[in-house]
């Protein structure tokens, strides 16, 4: 229950402040938004030790929902390493912050109000991250929304 609370809560942190662009973005298609969101997750989860992790990082690859924002939509997606229980996510947490808070352009924020800590990263340009802990500190979880972009002929039903 607590985990499925904890997953809520950093979902909604990240749909309540989705993707809202100032002004438009360069990326113009989804397979770009996804590829750049791809390269930063990517760079996140190399943060998390390999003495740490237990098994491999099931990453989403598709999605079959859009979410709109102002000037299109935005493609949400997770990442989830697991780990060993001892591993210091605290610390990985920090240092993520301590080089993202100053990278030009992205701003990172603390969302301390459910159980575990969570750190959020939003780039000037919508895309964002919201990582942290979940399963009593047996997974490490990065949830995702890409930048705005068009698409012309959304359909639910079609895996994105």
């Not at 930063?40 to 709109?68: F, K, N, R």
């Not at 800590?117 to 802990?133: E, N, Q, W």
């Not at 500190?137 to 949830?143: C, K, L, Q, S």
């Amino acid at each position: 229950m607590a985990r499925k609370l904890l997953i809520a809560t950093a979902m909604a942190t990240l749909l309540l402040t989705g993707c809202t662009t100032e002004g438009p973005t360069t990326v113009t298609t989804i397979d770009e938004a996804k590829a750049e969101l791809f390269a930063v997750q990517d760079e996140l989860l190399a943060y998390v030790p390999t003495t740490a992790i237990t098994s491999p990082a099931e990453v989403s690859t598709d999605s079959g929902t859009l979410i709109d924002c102002e000037s299109g939509y935005s493609w949400p997606g997770t990442a989830r390493v697991r780990i060993d229980p001892a591993t210091d996510t605290d610390g990985i947490l920090d240092a993520i912050h301590a080089d993202w808070a100053s990278k030009s352009g992205w701003t990172a924020t603390w969302d301390e109000t459910s159980k575990a800590r969570y750190l959020t990263l939003t780039r000037d340009d919508g895309l964002k991250f919201a990582l942290g802990p979940l399963s009593d500190n047996t997974v490490f979880d990065v949830a995702s929304f890409s930048t705005c972009f068009a698409l012309d002929d959304y359909d639910p039903n079609v895996r994105y």
